[in-house]
């Protein structure tokens, strides 16, 4: 064997090291992006908090970036001494779910769900039924879901929609409904620069027992950008009201209320946080602030004193 040989297949060899660790390097460092550029401003309000469960207690404001953000998308919550108050423009939000596979609250606007289903099984399906909005676990379910592997359950079929957001989607759309379980959903995108899960721009319209949604795949990361924790958003289109919105271990009124919000929330729009007949602070107190937009927490002031 030529030294000329000898010394290609070292440098060969080396560079494939090297490549290996900087390929390992990126994917170990991947910093996820935030869902938004937008960044937000809370300020107390002018009024004075009080014993009365109505008080006006924090203002906040896009200060900065140019999304517009759909209320079907965003969470707002409040901390106060410890103490969890999500808020929602309607009035209605979610009661905390645990012990569950399937972990489902509803989104500022008080009419969509944000879902995010524990995958991590390689055996087992997490199994959810959209009616209720619960993991089923007696084989009666609109999806299952293990690994990155979706699937529709026997009595659903879809379609898929990449002209309209899910935002834009309020009525059941024209077209064939010819997705169906006999195989996974095509739901993401794979990047194999940074070894990461991408779901794809799409939304899916699904027709199970005369109801008919629309649902929209948000993540393949949780909060602490762990793998197999699915994140997902649903909304009811038509058909027979959902059971899940009568459910009291699911469904309970709002401690706070958002007002002043249009259709979306924009730069310079500014929203007020009122109690909504719970009185979550009666005198000076710290309130920690937390907003999400797609599950993910936004750049915003997270806390206010108020006096």
Known sequence: MSINFRNSAASLVVALIVGGLLWTWVVVSYDPELTTVNTF????????????????LVSIEITSGEDVLGWDQLGISLEVDGNQYPCSLTGLSSVEQNGSKVATS????????AIKVDATSESTFAELDLSTMKERANGSYSLKFSKNDIFLGSNATAMVVTNQSFSQIVSAPNGAYSLDDSERLDWYDYDFSVHRIDPKEQVYVIQEENITYKLQFISYYNEDDESRHIQLIVGWLSGPSLPAFEDPNLIAQSPCIIEGAGSSWSLNQIVVIHENGIDICNQSCTVKIQIQYQGVNVKAMSKVELL
């Open 41 to 56: 401003e809370a300020n107390d309000t002018e009024s004075s908090v009080s014993n009365s469960s109505d008080d006006a």
């Open 106 to 113: 509803l989104s500022a606007d008080g009419s969509t769900f």
